[in-house]
Nanobody
Framework: QVQLVESGGGLVQAGGSQRLSCAAS????????MAWFRQPPGKEREFVAG????????YYTDSVKDRFTISRDNAKNTVYLQMNSLKPEDTAVYYC???????????????WGQGTQVTVSS
């Protein structure tokens, strides 16, 4: 099981951009499909974007398509989430996690890092 540390969150105005990073420990990072999830205030955690182990395939929840881009650098054991055209409803704590298979919208393990807070002001 990899250990995950999210970073890059903060306060941004609506329409702005932000890039999140998720640093993973362990030599087997490149074998994992990865995903970003988020938990808005007072709501359940939800899937945002997923990426295959090699980085060649990606998928998104409908609300972020054409605005967010997930990517990864296996040499750096890091997965990224580039967020553009941010909206107040994107405000949430963002988490990364491994996936049991490509296409899943649930994590491999119900074990989460501390996450990174993204707040979008209107």
């Amino acid at each position: 099981q990899v250990q995950l540390v999210e970073s890059g969150g903060g306060l941004v105005q609506a329409g702005g951009s932000q890039r999140l990073s998720c640093a993973a420990s362990g030599r087997t990072f490149s074998s994992y499909h990865m995903a970003w999830f988020r938990q808005p205030p007072g709501k359940e955690r939800e899937f945002v974007a997923g990426i295959s182990s090699g980085g060649g395939a990606k998928y998104y929840t409908d609300s972020v398509k054409d605005r967010f881009t997930i990517s990864r650098d296996n040499a750096k054991n890091t997965v990224y989430l580039q967020m553009n055209s941010l909206k107040p409803e994107d405000t949430a704590v963002y988490y990364c996690n491994t996936l049991p298979w490509y296409g899943s919208r649930s994590p491999d393990y119900d074990y989460w890092g501390q996450g990174t807070q993204v707040t979008v002001s209107s």
